[in-house]
């Protein structure tokens, strides 16, 4: 069956300005070299949603954050200054720089593209969708920050508690920081289990996500977080799935999986420290497409992030045809350095993964 992938050329005014670090040129570069590299045929098809609507959007944000952020976003892409509050509901990373993009109308359009994407997946159209500019997984109900407006990968949780009353749904991030967003709407959530694999967070924006934070109340044990050593590589990725993601989603058995992440756990991002290659991110894709077994192989899978231009659009076409199965050849798009050649941080990735164990075992018979 084909992939679903959700685009719509209007996603590149998801751009906070020149001179920004997120800029919305990645869109169309990648819309562009996905069909360079893979024709749609019977490979994938692609769907343009429409705007999410107020309403959809206080199923995850308070009004008044809504209400500012689409004035203050709206002023500054006509070049007007807006007096609110703006450090009250938005951090400096979210600050414009120079003339934007329509942001917040593009925000609102990821937000559509997740809540189309689990539609199309629960009404059995389509096994496994993919949004292009999804996963921006730092916004929170009443604060928008890391580049991210509005978080669509808890907006697809809660989506997908609310209308098909799913009540085992597993958060796969796999981006290089910590989903902070996320993990606060779902920290004493038993139905939504979230494994966060990231950069460690005592070098890395956004400095949560440490490997004691593990939930509370009833969502205690359910708030994995997998803070990987610099320079972690594909040896240690591939050991934290076979060690920790697949024994505690056989416990779990989830009745979806939503993935989030891009390119920027790759050895030569711009903002990161990870050390993954191109062929890292099909497995991760593999490994997700594997863990999909268990769930009649439905995955929706949300990709945004990654700061190095030249790798974005290879580590991209990785996940997805790791997670689709499509046979393309991913090869880097320079030369891996000599220390990235072998993963230089096994040994401290094992270290981390038995202190998660630890963490953990009371919680999941499997690490016992």
Known sequence: ??????????????????????????????????????????????????????????????EDYITFTKEYYKAANLGLSYTG???????????????????????????????????????????????????LHHAKPSYGEGFCLYNDVAFSARYLVQKYNLQRILILDTDAHAGNGT????????????????QDPGFLYPGTGFAHQIGSGDGRGFNINVPMPIYAGYDSYKSVFEELVQPIADEFQPQIIIRNGGSDPHFSDGLTNLGLPVEGFKMIGEKVRELAELC?????????????????????????????????????????????????????????????????????????
């Open 1 to 62: 069956m084909a992939v679903a992938i959700l685009y719509r050329e209007e996603l590149k005014e998801y751009d906070f300005g020149p001179g920004h670090s997120f800029r919305g040129d990645r869109y169309p570069l990648f819309h562009q070299f996905l069909r360079e590299h893979l024709p749609e045929d019977d490979n994938y098809r692609i769907i343009k949603a429409d705007w999410a609507s107020d309403q959809d959007l206080l199923l995850i944000c308070q």
């Open 85 to 135: 509050p703006f450090h009250r509901f938005h951090s400096g990373d979210n600050a414009i720089v120079g003339k934007p993009g329509k942001v917040e109308e593009a925000a609102r359009l990821v937000v559509a593209q997740a809540k189309t994407a689990c539609d199309l997946v629960q009404e059995d159209k389509f096994r496994k969708a993919v949004s292009i500019g999804g996963g």
């Open 183 to 198: 993990s606060e709407y779902f920290y004493d959530d038993a139905r939504v289990l979230l494994i966060d694999i990231h």
């Open 296 to 368: 009649q192989d439905k995955v929706i899978d949300l990709i945004a992030s990654g700061y190095n231009r030249n790798v974005l659009p290879f580590a991209w076409l990785a996940l997805i045809s790791g997670l689709a199965g499509f046979r393309t050849g991913m090869e880097e798009p320079a030369e891996i350095p000599q220390r990235f050649r072998q993963d230089p941080s096994l040994t401290e990735t094992r270290m981390v993964i038995e202190k998660v164990k630890r963490n953990l075992r009371d919680y999941w018979s499997c690490l016992r």
